[in-house]
Protein backbone atom coordinates (compact mmCIF):
# COMPACT_ATOMS: atom_id res chain seq x y z
CA UNK A 1 0.00 0.00 0.00
CA UNK A 2 1.76 3.28 -0.84
CA UNK A 3 1.49 6.53 1.32
CA UNK A 4 -0.86 7.84 -0.94
CA UNK A 5 -3.59 5.22 -0.51
CA UNK A 6 -2.81 4.86 3.10
CA UNK A 7 -3.56 9.18 3.68
CA UNK A 8 -6.61 7.82 1.16
CA UNK A 9 -8.09 5.35 3.51
CA UNK A 10 -7.71 7.19 6.11
CA UNK A 11 -9.76 10.02 5.40
CA UNK A 12 -12.44 7.53 3.54
CA UNK A 13 -12.76 6.16 7.22
CA UNK A 14 -12.29 9.69 8.64
CA UNK A 15 -16.17 10.24 6.77
CA UNK A 16 -18.02 6.53 7.12
CA UNK A 17 -16.17 5.43 10.62
CA UNK A 18 -15.06 8.51 12.58
CA UNK A 19 -14.84 7.27 15.43
CA UNK A 20 -11.71 5.38 14.47
CA UNK A 21 -9.80 8.80 13.82
CA UNK A 22 -10.80 9.84 17.33
CA UNK A 23 -9.41 6.30 18.24
CA UNK A 24 -6.26 7.29 16.29
CA UNK A 25 -5.88 10.54 17.39
CA UNK A 26 -6.54 9.41 21.21
CA UNK A 27 -3.77 6.96 21.01
CA UNK A 28 -1.46 9.48 19.90
CA UNK A 29 -2.30 11.88 22.88
CA UNK A 30 -1.66 8.80 25.18
CA UNK A 31 1.81 7.97 23.35
CA UNK A 32 2.99 11.65 23.13
CA UNK A 33 1.89 11.69 27.53
CA UNK A 34 4.03 8.62 28.03
CA UNK A 35 7.22 10.76 27.65
CA UNK A 36 6.28 11.85 31.08
CA UNK A 37 6.98 8.54 32.70
CA UNK A 38 10.37 7.18 31.76
CA UNK A 39 12.08 7.54 35.07
CA UNK A 40 13.38 4.48 36.30
CA UNK A 41 16.27 2.82 36.26
CA UNK A 42 16.18 -1.21 35.32
CA UNK A 43 17.88 -4.26 36.45
CA UNK A 44 16.96 -7.73 35.41
CA UNK A 45 15.92 -10.02 38.19
CA UNK A 46 16.54 -13.07 35.96
CA UNK A 47 19.08 -12.67 32.69
CA UNK A 48 16.74 -15.17 30.63
CA UNK A 49 14.15 -17.71 30.71
CA UNK A 50 15.93 -20.78 31.40
CA UNK A 51 17.11 -18.60 34.65
CA UNK A 52 13.67 -18.49 35.85
CA UNK A 53 12.48 -21.73 35.16
CA UNK A 54 16.28 -22.82 37.02
CA UNK A 55 15.33 -21.02 39.99
CA UNK A 56 11.54 -20.88 40.33
CA UNK A 57 10.87 -24.41 39.34
CA UNK A 58 13.72 -26.26 39.98
CA UNK A 59 12.42 -29.68 39.18
CA UNK A 60 11.05 -29.04 36.23
CA UNK A 61 12.23 -30.17 33.15
CA UNK A 62 12.04 -27.78 30.75
CA UNK A 63 13.98 -29.10 27.50
CA UNK A 64 11.11 -31.27 27.85
CA UNK A 65 8.56 -29.22 27.28
CA UNK A 66 10.49 -27.36 24.71
CA UNK A 67 10.38 -30.65 22.27
CA UNK A 68 7.11 -30.65 22.72
CA UNK A 69 6.84 -27.39 20.45
CA UNK A 70 9.00 -28.00 16.97
CA UNK A 71 5.33 -28.24 14.95
CA UNK A 72 4.06 -25.22 16.49
CA UNK A 73 7.34 -23.55 15.48
CA UNK A 74 7.20 -24.83 11.99
CA UNK A 75 3.78 -23.76 11.81
CA UNK A 76 4.11 -20.25 12.63
CA UNK A 77 7.50 -19.72 10.45
CA UNK A 78 5.78 -20.86 7.67
CA UNK A 79 3.37 -18.47 8.09
CA UNK A 80 5.87 -15.30 8.29
CA UNK A 81 6.84 -17.03 5.36
CA UNK A 82 3.52 -16.63 3.36
CA UNK A 83 3.86 -12.80 4.43
CA UNK A 84 6.89 -12.85 3.08
CA UNK A 85 5.78 -11.33 -0.43
CA UNK A 86 3.00 -9.38 0.58
CA UNK A 87 3.32 -5.70 1.40
CA UNK A 88 2.71 -3.78 4.87
CA UNK A 89 0.20 -2.17 5.45
CA UNK A 90 -2.29 -4.30 3.97
CA UNK A 91 -5.60 -5.98 4.30
CA UNK A 92 -3.01 -8.96 3.71
CA UNK A 93 -0.46 -8.15 5.96
CA UNK A 94 -2.42 -5.54 8.33
CA UNK A 95 0.50 -6.01 11.40
CA UNK A 96 4.44 -5.84 11.07
CA UNK A 97 6.30 -8.89 11.83
CA UNK A 98 8.01 -7.47 14.71
CA UNK A 99 4.90 -6.97 16.51
CA UNK A 100 4.44 -10.42 17.12
CA UNK A 101 5.76 -11.36 20.77
CA UNK A 102 9.11 -12.67 20.50
CA UNK A 103 10.35 -16.30 20.36
CA UNK A 104 11.67 -16.51 24.27
CA UNK A 105 8.40 -14.74 25.51
CA UNK A 106 6.16 -16.68 23.53
CA UNK A 107 8.53 -20.48 25.03
CA UNK A 108 7.79 -18.99 28.69
CA UNK A 109 4.19 -18.35 27.85
CA UNK A 110 3.53 -22.25 26.63
CA UNK A 111 6.23 -23.42 29.96
CA UNK A 112 4.68 -21.41 32.58
CA UNK A 113 1.42 -22.82 31.32
CA UNK A 114 2.45 -26.07 31.31
CA UNK A 115 3.31 -26.09 34.60
CA UNK A 116 0.48 -23.96 36.34
CA UNK A 117 -2.23 -25.65 33.99
CA UNK A 118 -4.38 -23.01 34.18
CA UNK A 119 -8.07 -22.84 34.15
CA UNK A 120 -8.45 -19.45 32.71
CA UNK A 121 -6.17 -17.60 31.14
CA UNK A 122 -6.81 -13.80 30.06
CA UNK A 123 -5.00 -11.89 27.17
CA UNK A 124 -4.88 -8.62 25.46
CA UNK A 125 -4.07 -7.80 21.83
CA UNK A 126 -3.28 -10.88 19.82
CA UNK A 127 -2.30 -9.75 16.09
CA UNK A 128 -1.45 -12.41 13.89
CA UNK A 129 -1.97 -14.60 17.38
CA UNK A 130 1.47 -15.77 18.14
CA UNK A 131 1.13 -15.51 21.89
CA UNK A 132 -2.24 -16.76 21.50
CA UNK A 133 -0.76 -20.03 19.75
CA UNK A 134 1.86 -20.66 22.39
CA UNK A 135 -0.55 -20.66 25.25
CA UNK A 136 -3.34 -22.49 23.09
CA UNK A 137 -0.92 -25.20 22.46
CA UNK A 138 -0.46 -25.60 26.59
CA UNK A 139 -4.00 -25.54 27.04
CA UNK A 140 -3.94 -28.72 24.17
CA UNK A 141 -1.38 -30.54 25.54
CA UNK A 142 -2.59 -29.89 29.42
CA UNK A 143 -6.18 -30.80 28.00
CA UNK A 144 -7.44 -28.57 30.02
CA UNK A 145 -8.34 -24.58 30.22
CA UNK A 146 -9.54 -22.02 27.71
CA UNK A 147 -7.88 -18.68 26.45
CA UNK A 148 -9.83 -15.73 26.10
CA UNK A 149 -8.30 -12.75 24.08
CA UNK A 150 -8.83 -9.34 23.51
CA UNK A 151 -8.45 -7.23 20.55
CA UNK A 152 -10.15 -4.87 17.75
CA UNK A 153 -9.78 -3.32 14.70
CA UNK A 154 -7.64 0.36 14.95
CA UNK A 155 -6.88 0.64 11.44
CA UNK A 156 -8.58 1.15 7.82
CA UNK A 157 -6.71 -1.85 7.21
CA UNK A 158 -7.18 -4.47 9.60
CA UNK A 159 -9.98 -6.44 9.61
CA UNK A 160 -11.42 -9.48 12.19
CA UNK A 161 -10.50 -12.29 9.72
CA UNK A 162 -6.30 -11.16 10.45
CA UNK A 163 -6.87 -11.47 14.32
CA UNK A 164 -5.40 -14.39 15.56
CA UNK A 165 -4.33 -15.65 11.43
CA UNK A 166 -1.67 -17.45 12.38
CA UNK A 167 -3.45 -19.87 15.12
CA UNK A 168 -3.52 -23.10 13.95
CA UNK A 169 -7.08 -24.84 13.46
CA UNK A 170 -6.25 -27.59 15.45
CA UNK A 171 -5.85 -25.48 18.43
CA UNK A 172 -8.75 -23.22 18.30
CA UNK A 173 -11.36 -25.51 19.70
CA UNK A 174 -10.21 -23.71 23.53
CA UNK A 175 -10.23 -20.05 22.21
CA UNK A 176 -12.58 -17.64 23.39
CA UNK A 177 -12.37 -14.33 20.88
CA UNK A 178 -13.55 -10.68 22.24
CA UNK A 179 -13.59 -8.00 19.64
CA UNK A 180 -13.18 -4.49 21.66
CA UNK A 181 -10.60 -2.25 22.77
CA UNK A 182 -9.32 -3.40 26.63
CA UNK A 183 -10.81 -0.28 28.23
CA UNK A 184 -14.55 -1.88 27.29
CA UNK A 185 -13.96 -5.31 27.13
CA UNK A 186 -11.53 -6.64 29.66
CA UNK A 187 -13.96 -6.14 33.17
CA UNK A 188 -16.26 -7.75 30.89
CA UNK A 189 -13.99 -11.17 29.78
CA UNK A 190 -13.23 -11.01 33.92
CA UNK A 191 -17.11 -10.90 35.54
CA UNK A 192 -18.23 -13.74 32.81
CA UNK A 193 -15.42 -15.88 33.98
CA UNK A 194 -15.40 -18.26 37.29
CA UNK A 195 -11.90 -17.15 38.37
CA UNK A 196 -8.52 -16.16 36.00
CA UNK A 197 -5.32 -17.78 36.52
CA UNK A 198 -2.76 -15.88 34.40
CA UNK A 199 -3.03 -12.83 32.52
CA UNK A 200 -1.04 -11.30 30.04
CA UNK A 201 -1.15 -7.64 28.60
CA UNK A 202 0.33 -7.08 25.18
CA UNK A 203 -2.07 -4.29 23.34
CA UNK A 204 -0.87 -1.11 23.59
CA UNK A 205 1.95 -0.11 25.69
CA UNK A 206 1.27 3.11 27.05
CA UNK A 207 1.59 4.56 30.96
CA UNK A 208 -2.20 5.00 30.76
CA UNK A 209 -3.60 1.77 29.33
CA UNK A 210 -1.14 -0.29 30.88
CA UNK A 211 -2.19 0.57 34.42
CA UNK A 212 -5.82 0.04 33.72
CA UNK A 213 -5.12 -3.57 32.73
CA UNK A 214 -2.99 -4.03 35.40
CA UNK A 215 -5.17 -2.55 37.58
CA UNK A 216 -8.71 -4.49 36.54
CA UNK A 217 -6.27 -7.99 36.27
CA UNK A 218 -5.16 -7.36 39.92
CA UNK A 219 -8.42 -6.81 41.33
CA UNK A 220 -9.95 -9.90 39.50
CA UNK A 221 -7.95 -12.53 39.35
CA UNK A 222 -7.63 -15.67 41.48
CA UNK A 223 -5.30 -15.44 44.84
CA UNK A 224 -2.52 -17.16 43.80
CA UNK A 225 -3.16 -15.08 39.98
CA UNK A 226 -0.13 -14.48 37.91
CA UNK A 227 0.10 -11.23 35.75
CA UNK A 228 2.57 -10.98 32.88
CA UNK A 229 3.42 -8.41 30.58
CA UNK A 230 5.74 -8.33 27.39
CA UNK A 231 7.61 -5.16 26.75
CA UNK A 232 7.79 -3.63 30.39
CA UNK A 233 10.59 -1.66 29.28
CA UNK A 234 8.59 1.46 27.31
CA UNK A 235 7.48 3.43 30.29
CA UNK A 236 7.37 2.68 34.45
CA UNK A 237 3.77 1.67 34.37
CA UNK A 238 4.72 -1.69 35.94
CA UNK A 239 7.41 -1.03 37.86
CA UNK A 240 5.08 1.66 39.96
CA UNK A 241 2.41 -0.51 39.86
CA UNK A 242 4.31 -3.31 41.10
CA UNK A 243 5.59 -1.21 43.80
CA UNK A 244 2.75 0.75 44.74
CA UNK A 245 0.76 -2.08 45.72
CA UNK A 246 3.94 -4.05 47.11
CA UNK A 247 3.66 -6.86 44.72
CA UNK A 248 6.70 -8.78 43.88
CA UNK A 249 7.34 -7.37 40.51
CA UNK A 250 10.25 -9.36 38.48
CA UNK A 251 11.76 -8.43 35.05
CA UNK A 252 12.79 -11.40 32.90
CA UNK A 253 15.73 -10.57 30.10
CA UNK A 254 14.68 -11.58 27.02
CA UNK A 255 15.96 -11.78 23.33
CA UNK A 256 16.66 -8.62 21.77
CA UNK A 257 17.25 -7.21 25.45
CA UNK A 258 13.43 -6.61 25.73
CA UNK A 259 11.79 -6.60 29.33
CA UNK A 260 9.39 -9.28 30.36
CA UNK A 261 7.71 -8.54 33.34
CA UNK A 262 5.91 -11.16 36.27
CA UNK A 263 4.47 -10.54 38.99
CA UNK A 264 2.49 -13.64 41.28
CA UNK A 265 0.06 -12.60 43.14
CA UNK A 266 0.72 -13.64 46.87
C1 LIG B 1 2.13 -6.12 20.07
S1 LIG B 1 0.69 -6.59 19.22
C2 LIG B 1 0.23 -8.10 19.97
C3 LIG B 1 1.13 -9.24 19.59
C4 LIG B 1 0.59 -10.59 19.97
N1 LIG B 1 0.48 -10.75 21.40
C5 LIG B 1 1.48 -11.67 19.41
O1 LIG B 1 2.12 -12.37 20.18
O2 LIG B 1 1.55 -11.83 18.19
C6 LIG B 1 -0.46 -5.47 19.88
C7 LIG B 1 -1.92 -5.75 19.57
O3 LIG B 1 -2.71 -5.00 20.50
C8 LIG B 1 -3.86 -4.52 19.85
N2 LIG B 1 -4.33 -3.35 20.61
C9 LIG B 1 -3.84 -2.09 20.58
N3 LIG B 1 -4.54 -1.31 21.42
C10 LIG B 1 -5.45 -2.11 22.02
C11 LIG B 1 -6.47 -1.90 23.00
N4 LIG B 1 -6.67 -0.70 23.51
N5 LIG B 1 -7.22 -2.96 23.38
C12 LIG B 1 -7.02 -4.18 22.84
N6 LIG B 1 -6.08 -4.44 21.92
C13 LIG B 1 -5.32 -3.43 21.51
C14 LIG B 1 -3.41 -4.22 18.43
O4 LIG B 1 -4.51 -4.27 17.55
C15 LIG B 1 -2.40 -5.34 18.18
O5 LIG B 1 -3.00 -6.42 17.54
Redesign the pocket.
Given at each position: MSRFSIILQILKNAIFKPQLLQELSRERAEIKDDEKFRSHKYSYNFNSISDFFKKRFPDVEINEFERELHELDEHVDDFFKSLQTKKYPSRDKP?PID???NSDS?KFLYILCRILKPKNVV??????????SYILKALDKNQSGTLHS???I?RPW?SEDM?GAAIPENLRHRWNFNLG???EKLQQVFDELDGVDIFIH???HTYK?MMFEFECAEKNLNENGTIIS?DVLDNDAFFNFSNRDNLNGHLIKVNDDLGLGLIIKN
Open positions: YYSIRETGVAYGLSSIDSFQIKSTDSLND
